[in-house]
């Protein structure tokens, strides 16, 4: 269970095979006894689609442990980060080699980012098949 993501969640809605799940995102300190007096601390409530093929045994209310793997949150960090500032640099680099033009270098690297995310767009059903989490029942 070391490669697991796990959060406890309440069914929201079930809408056939799929279903809802409200989770509570809580930061590291948002559970400290002290919370009250920091104001780094915060909790933010999520809604979760799930694609469960059991979703007609489970009932809005009910309380669920929605699980994802670990390496689906490194790849999320890849995509969303470390890939577009990889572009970034890259192409600013390369474009000032090219024009010597800091300004014209910088928005062309910036307009990069369009057709990254336009790609990353086309693919959604493709990488949703890979960024999908689990639900079990909560005992």
Known sequence: MANTIKHQGIV???NGSHLQVRIIQTSACASCSVK???TSADTKEKLVDVADANAASYQPGDRVWVTGELS???MAVLFA???PFLILIISLFVFMAIWNDELRSALC???LLIPYYYILWLNKSRMGKKFSFSVRPMN
């Open 36 to 38: 009250g007096h920091c």
């Open 72 to 74: 689906m949150g490194v």
């Open 81 to 83: 980060f470390i890939f």
């Open 12 to 14: 929201e809605n079930i």
């Open 109 to 111: 690297s910036l307009a």
